[in-house]
Each structure stands twice: as C-alpha cells, then as structure tokens.
C-alpha cells in the first residue's frame, strides 16, 4: 500500500491533533523547495507530548505504508524532526518552536487550510 504526499499530510495533521498538538501549520513546499512536498510544524507543552505527538505520527504514517527516512530529536524532545520523504514533520517544544520560528523562514510557502 502506498500513500501520496497529500494524504500523508492530512495524516500527520490529524495524528498530531489527536494529541492535543498546538497551532498545527502545514505548509506546501511544492514549488519552492525540492527538499519535500510539505512542512507539518506543530508543538507540545512538555517533553512528554512533543514525544507522545511524534510517536503517534510515525506510528499512523507506517500503518499507512509511508517509510520513515528518519527521525531526530527523541531523546531530548524540544525539536523533534520526523523525514517521512515527502512531509517532514517538525514537532517542536513550545518555547523552542517561538525561538526557531521556522514558519518565517518559509514565508513563501502557502498554508494548507483542511476542513
């Protein structure tokens, strides 16, 4: 079973929204960037969530058949980056999500808006 990028982003917005993840942004890398299709940015409130949001995404995105290329960040949980190929996942700490503030380095990405 293979997934597409488009619906592995919708699966690692939904995972990381069961977990309570907050201010998840998705932003569409298509035709800015070849590094991937898409960015999910999100955080957690303590180390524990950062690793219980990251947990359940990679566990939902390999149900589905996606292979992870890898992941950084477990151990310490204040930035932990998930590779699924096409989406890459940033899960950070919230106090570290405001000092990286990668959101502004991709200023000309578009949000993905989902219903």
């Keep these: 079973m293979t997934i597409n990028s488009d619906q592995l982003v919708q699966l ?3 995972a990381a929204e069961d977990k309570k993840a907050g201010n998840i942004v998705a932003l ?3 035709e800015i960037s070849l590094v991937a299709d ?3 940015i999100c955080h957690g409130n303590s180390d524990t969530q950062v690793q219980a949001i990251a947990t359940e995404i990679r566990k939902r995105a390999e149900e589905k058949g996606a292979r ?3 992941l ?3 151990d310490t949980a204040r930035w932990v980056l998930i590779d699924l190929g096409d989406v890459v996942v940033h899960v950070f ?3 570290e999500r405001d000092y990286y503030n990668i959101e502004r380095l991709w200023s000309d990405a578009k949000v ?3 219903a």
């Design 38 to 40: 898409y960015f999910v």
């Design 68 to 70: 992870l290329r890898g």
């Design 72 to 74: 950084e960040g477990m």
């Design 28 to 30: 569409n890398l298509k």
């Design 12 to 14: 690692t917005v939904a």
């Design 93 to 95: 700490h919230r106090d």
């Design 112 to 114: 993905v808006e989902f």
